[in-house]
Nanobody
Framework: QVQLVESGGGLVQAGGSLRLSCAASGSVIGSYVMGWFRQAPGKERDLVAAISWSGGSTHYADSVKGRFTISRDNAKNTLYLQMNSLKPEDTAVYYC?????????????????WGQGTQVTVSS
């Protein structure tokens, strides 16, 4: 059974930074595309960033380009999301997820295993 556990969320002022981590167990994530999604209250869960199995390809939502960086350490079986210049509109629960296929995908239905989420709150 694959388990994904996010950490690193919290409360931060606008302009600040946070680094999210997603530790995997029960399966090696090195062969899979991985993604970070977020869901704000009353909104749908949307892709924030995704990364290929090797880390050589990445995809970002337009709203976070230039501010967020997704990375992975396959040796540690861990996914990361570095978030800089945070804005109040970045407030959401952030989830990591494992992709079913081999290509980067932007829809949640293309991911099979999900973490429980970590809350990120950005105050103005």
């Amino acid at each position: 059974q694959v388990q994904l556990v996010e950490s690193g969320g919290g409360l931060v002022q606008a302009g600040g930074s946070l680094r999210l981590s997603c530790a995997a167990s029960g399966s090696v994530i090195g062969s899979y595309v991985m993604g970070w999604f977020r869901q704000a209250p009353g909104k749908e869960r949307d892709l924030v960033a995704a990364i290929s199995w090797s880390g050589g390809s990445t995809h970002y939502a337009d709203s976070v380009k230039g501010r967020f960086t997704i990375s992975r350490d396959n040796a540690k079986n861990t996914l990361y999301l570095q978030m800089n210049s945070l804005k109040p509109e970045d407030t959401a629960v952030y989830y990591c997820a494992r992709r079913i296929g081999s290509l980067i995908a932007t829809t949640g239905s293309a991911y099979d295993y999900w973490g429980q989420g970590t809350q990120v709150t950005v105050s103005s």
